[in-house]
């Protein structure tokens, strides 16, 4: 079945607790992305990648840190986590930047910074 | 800078109601418009794709349109469930490779 998968679902942890959130698809895409989605403010972009070894900034990059080493993964990395990072995040991906197909997207990860 | 609002923020219906959903944006050089479904908590379901070239797609019971001189999309959904209650949310894509979505609009169909 094609999807993006995320893991974990659901993580709580302590500020400034390094952690890593992945993210991995099985349709051979170019293009991954990341979203966090807060009330009232919607689905914002952190990062992107048009292809290993190329990632890019979103709107709202401040505090992530993202890899493509790999076509399939593109790991969200927290380097010392706040609470204002406290969020749901997806994980996209699509072929030719998603111009033909649109896009596909995981099922989130729930994060909680205490 | 692309601006997408979707109005209303919330609706409630009778089970078997036709209704429709809107997405408004402001810059109409688009490549594609993509309607997405998310509940509570989960993530998004890609429910419709509409290219930039194209007017309309249909699947099933729901019928999105897209008027780009207009700067209009709307998400029809004939005989509503209330399985179809979710959000339901439009993403554009632009002259950059993001989505650019709206806030969503609140769908609860009551029996």
């Known amino acids: 079945e094609a999807q993006v998968t995320q893991n974990p679902r659901y993580l709580i942890t302590v500020t400034g607790k390094k952690l890593t959130v992945t993210c991995s698809q099985n349709m051979n895409h170019e293009y991954m992305s990341w979203y966090r989605q807060d009330p009232g403010l919607g689905l914002r972009q952190i990062y992107y990648?048009?292809?290993?070894?190329?990632?890019d900034k979103g709107d709202v990059p401040e505090g992530y840190k993202v890899s493509r080493k790999e076509k399939r993964n593109f790991p969200l990395i927290l380097e010392s986590p706040s609470p204002n990072q406290t969020s749901l995040y997806f994980c996209?991906?699509?072929?030719?930047?998603?111009?033909?197909?649109?896009?596909?997207f995981g099922s989130g990860t729930r994060l909680t910074v205490v | 800078k692309q601006e997408v609002t979707q109005i209303p923020a919330a609706l409630s219906v009778p089970e078997g109601e036709n209704l429709v959903l809107n997405c408004s944006f402001t810059?109409?050089?688009?490549?594609?418009l993509q309607w997405f479904r998310q509940d509570p908590g989960k993530g998004l379901t890609s429910l419709l794709l509409i290219q930039s070239s194209q007017r309309e797609q249909t699947s099933g019971r729901l019928n999105a349109s897209l008027d780009k001189s207009s700067g209009r999309s709307t998400l029809y959904i004939a005989a509503s469930q209330p399985g179809d209650s979710a959000t339901y949310l439009c993403g554009l894509q632009g002259g950059s490779e993001k989505l650019v979505f709206g806030k969503g609009t609140k769908l609860t169909v009551n029996p």
């Open positions: 996209a991906s699509s072929s030719f930047g998603g111009r033909i197909y649109g896009y596909t």
């Open positions: 990648s048009m292809n290993v070894e190329v990632t």
């Open positions: 810059d109409s050089a688009i490549y594609n």
